[in-house]
């Protein structure tokens, strides 16, 4: 969920030392995606090259790249504000239409998501299982999903789709 450009220069904050093979690693990200962002903020001016041999370079986040990385730290909070009061306020109206008495079945890969979800059930009083198989779940039962690739998959389901608008029931 996290923005890709807030990852690196927050690695870069912590270790002017760091690689990109490291950077690669810490972030998740591929090592192509890495030299993009990096010459990206170098051409930006948000990180300034120190060549310290013929084949390594030291990474400094320069005053213009912390600007930065506060700025799109703030906007990446809001977002994740707003994505929260979304989620929660689709969980109510889904425990309202059909009861916080039962088990809902919470489907979907990001982890983030998964916490945040999980987070507001259980501040709901609202039992929850997790399941990452479709086979495993049984059709009669409600299923809570976050990740937009899981629709299809789910279509012959009772699913809520947790990240948008959802329909009245």
């Known amino acids: 969920m996290q923005d890709n450009e807030v990852l690196i220069l927050e690695e870069l904050e912590k270790n ?10 810490k972030t998740g990200l591929s090592l192509g995606m890495v030299n993009l962002l990096l010459k990206k903020f170098v051409k930006k001016g948000f990180v300034k090259l120190e060549k310290l041999n013929s084949r390594s370079f030291r990474y400094i ?3 213009e790249g912390f600007k930065e990385k506060s700025k799109k730290t703030i906007e ?13 306020q689709n969980i109510e109206r889904i425990i ?6 039962r088990t809902y079945i919470l489907f979907g890969q990001d982890k983030e998501m ?3 979800i999980e987070g507001i059930l259980k501040e709901l009083n609202v039992d929850y299982i997790t399941e990452t198989d479709i086979n495993n779940i049984d059709k009669s039962k409600i299923i809570l999903y976050w990740d937009i690739d899981d629709e299809e998959k789910l279509k012959d389901f009772n699913s809520k789709f947790l990240l948008g608008e959802i329909e009245e029931i």
């Open 16 to 25: 002017s030392d760091i690689t990109q093979r490291d950077l690669s690693e």
């Open 61 to 63: 986040l320069t005053p």
């Open 76 to 88: 990446y909070m809001k977002r994740y504000y707003q994505k929260t009061l979304l989620i929660k």
């Open 96 to 101: 309202r239409t059909y009861g916080g008495n």
């Open 114 to 116: 998964k916490e945040i």
